[in-house]
């Protein structure tokens, strides 16, 4: 089944740009949807190379409106002709580059993918990844996501080596920094998975060298994280090859202290906030990626059996339940928020699901051991492919994308969920 793994790409492409097309053909004839309104004329402008008019209530860099207008040659109504240019920057054709995107985020899925699966079971579990659903809807869609999930990946494979070897050359390094730049001109928050990468690049590394047994460890012991320190501390020199990954972080460092604000244009309805609930809703959607059938399904007798026995096993172990449980109440309660955007949308089905549900007295707080159940279920199966201290740091990049946003929505929950 590895012999032929180029085939299996192909096919795989195929098969995804399959799916698309038909969806690809009935969204050219929907009207603008919610945020397009504001994307879709942005790209106009630049696609005739009008690159100083800007639409003030955009919040995020330019990046998705220069690679439409590059991907075509900016300027086109000079070359091609007012008609012939306005077909090629339309709302339908614009949408296209998202699928065509989607392309090429299944491709680095299975390159990060193969690193650890036979090519058959890669290639499946890239498709199925694909075709998470938040994702494959924004595929046909002119907005940021996808094109913001293919970058981040793209560094990440870049920049990361391969399991048990060393760090990729300077050359590769380099385009990892490179393509974080574009990365975060897709979406700002994309600093924070630059970021990321680079400390998971920084963990692997040190592993491969197996002076720092105690950082390969599955399970997750505070003695790990002083080690980690000290490893950091000591091996600086070897990685100091990663530098070149930090530049795009110090760039948007630099913008931030100069704009005094993450996002362009519209500061007012972008405010960051203390938005704790947002942990919950993550481990809740990541938990959905294994479905509701199936031996390993969310709700699988064996998986709840197992989640029992966990919390049950000593006093201690139960307590630990408990005073999470607690906690989630309270973060639930007092973190909970309800963004304007939100309450006044009813063309979003977070609308309705805040609504009828999470806003009513006691709801949100009753979800709580359903969350930490999730949250649990994440890290279980995470720690299957991944070390303890590389789960640490998927955590707290959530927490520093998620958190500091005001707004309950689903599509910044996908970066984090493929990743």
Request: hydrophobic content about 50%.
């Amino acid at each position: 089944e590895d012999c032929r793994p180029w085939l299996l790409l192909a096919a795989l492409l195929l098969l995804h740009a399959g799916l698309l097309a038909p969806w690809i053909v009935i969204f050219q004839n929907i009207e603008p949807y919610m945020d397009e309104v504001f994307h879709t004329p942005q790209a106009q402008k630049y696609c005739d190379a009008r690159f100083d008019e800007w639409d003030p209530k955009i919040t995020t860099f330019p990046g998705l409106y220069l690679f439409s207008a590059l991907f075509r040659g900016a300027g086109l109504r000079e070359l091609l002709g007012s008609s012939s240019a306005r077909v090629l920057c339309s709302e339908g054709v614009l949408r296209v580059d998202n699928a065509v995107l989607s392309l090429g985020v299944t491709v680095v899925l299975y390159r990060l993918l193969r690193r650890q699966l036979s090519a058959f079971k890669a290639a499946a579990q890239a498709l199925v990844l694909s075709l998470f659903p938040i994702h494959f809807f924004c595929s046909l869609l002119y907005y940021t996501d996808v094109g913001a999930l293919f970058w981040a990946l793209l560094t990440h494979d870049l920049a990361t080596p391969e399991r048990s070897r060393a760090l990729p050359g300077s050359g590769r390094i380099w385009l990892a920094s490179l393509a974080g730049c574009v990365a975060v001109l897709f979406r700002q928050t994309n600093a924070v998975w630059v970021m990321f990468t680079f400390g998971t690049a920084c963990l692997q590394d040190l592993q491969s060298s197996n002076k720092w047994p105690a950082l390969c460890g599955k399970e997750l012991q505070i003695s790990s994280l002083f080690v980690l320190v000290k490893a950091l501390l000591l091996e600086w020199r070897r990685l100091l090859r990663l530098a070149p990954l930090l530049l795009p972080v110090l760039l948007f460092v630099g913008f931030v202290l100069w704009n005094g604000s993450i996002v362009v244009g519209d500061h007012s309805n972008h405010q960051a906030a203390v938005h704790w609930a947002q942990l919950a809703y993550l481990s809740a959607v990541t938990a959905s990626m294994w479905g509701v059938l199936g031996p390993d399904a969310v709700i699988a007798p064996s998986t709840l059996r197992e989640f029992i026995r966990s919390i049950s096993q000593s006093w201690l172990s139960l307590a630990s339940f408990a005073l999470a449980v607690l906690l989630a109440i309270f973060l639930l309660h007092y973190y909970s928020i309800a963004h304007p955007f939100l309450l006044a949308d009813n063309r979003h089905y977070t609308f309705y699901v805040w609504g009828r549900l999470l806003r009513r007295p006691g709801v949100k707080e009753a979800l709580a051991p359903g969350y930490i159940y999730a949250a649990w279920l994440c890290s279980k199966r995470l720690g299957q492919a991944q070390s303890g201290l590389w789960m640490v740091i998927w955590w707290v990049a959530c927490t520093l994308t998620l958190v500091p946003s005001p707004l309950l929505e689903p599509r910044y929950f996908t970066t984090a969920v493929i990743m």
